[in-house]
């Protein structure tokens, strides 16, 4: 018996893993996630697992066929020459590969709040003929896409005006789902109220509040009572259902048109430029590319040392990747770190995870090249997702040429 290295491709419906360990047993390990809708035999990169099999002697020199039979003279012999070609399976185009349809059609996407929310909206932005499915809560919406009743979902992350969502960041972590996508939406906040009543019989206003947040201002000026509620549509719907004079909601021109409701003021909140950035999450991650501005956003924590967070984001720096956002989370599990004080016992600090958006595809060389430094000062790190921006490039009218000497 002679011993023969031959390829086996291993083709399973669930979810490989492919792990890329650390440099020693106590770092973290960046762990990307392929799994397969359909049972297809999808040859991408390491994901294809290799094995050993035992082979029989053979001539030297003879040449084996694709059904294995060999003459004597160590020519071949091909059975498999008159089956009809077109009965294999085709490879697949890049149209297959695209990580998501144009229009989002056959696409259910979930988000939180009643029909009219501005979750709704940004479903609709991505996707203009998905189907959206309301959730009460942003973690229903999460569990909707893991128990696969739902394709998507779409949650806020954070608001120009508002700030962070802080809940969405912990959910993330959560949860094992993938950023496929982010949607910019411009938020107009509108005063709603029953038809026929006017600005002065309004006392109370119901909104969620992020929303109430956004319209302070506004809100003090016209002496209006706030009360908070779960979502901006569902309070329009409070509003219509009770019918009281003397409510209102702050919710979109599109929730007042389901509802029934009068638009009393329109823009009502304090900033004009009041935009909402929303992700959208699905089961499995896209195949990120170049032929667009990607996004990737990681979260991982550090080591114990002095000047780790410097040493963290510089591996961005040096290959001249852009940091578009950096959030800082106490980790619940660990909330403090008890160190060794100088000459003074020990003290307490709080332990951290650290979330990042940087501007660079995980297609990119610089990009993988930034993540296995970092892995060098991380204890843990996690690829959320590496999806397309949400971006629309404006030329400047006097363009200038601008030259970067970037070291890779």
Known sequence: MALRCVPILFCRPQKPLLEIPGSGSSRGRIVLELRCSKL?????????????????????????????KIDEDGSTVSRAVHKDLNLLPKPLSINDLSPFPDNGSNVRIAYQGNPGAYGEEAALKAYPNCETVPCDQFEAA????????????VLPIENSVGGSIHRNYDLLLRHRLHIVREVQLVVHHCLLALPGVTMQEVKRVFSHP??????EMALTNLGINRVS?????GAALMVATRGKRDMGAIAS??????YGLDILVEKIQDEDDNVTR????????????????YKTSIVFTLEEGP?????????????GINLSKIESRQQKGRPLRVVDGSNRGSAMYFDYLFFIDFEASMAELRARNALEHLQ?????????GSYPTDIVLQMDKSPKLRVDFVIK
Request: charged share 20%; with cysteine.
């Open 142 to 153: 999460f569990n909707a896409v893991e128990l696969w009743l739902v394709d998507k979902a």
């Open 253 to 258: 021109a599109r929730a007042a048109a389901l």
């Open 229 to 233: 509620a779960d979502d901006s549509a």
């Open 278 to 293: 929303y992700l959208v999450l699905a089961r499995e991650p896209i195949i990120p590319g170049t032929d667009r501005f």
């Open 307 to 319: 000047g780790m967070l410097f040493k963290a984001l510089a591996v961005f720096s040096l290959r």
């Open 40 to 68: 297809k035999c999808l040859a991408l990169g390491a994901s294809t697992q290799r094995g050993f099999v035992l082979v029989g002697d053979e001539k030297h020199g003879a040449k084996t066929s694709h059904t294995g």
């Open 210 to 215: 992020q929303a109430l947040a956004q319209c």
């Open 376 to 384: 060098e000062y991380a204890g843990f790190l996690r690829v959320l």
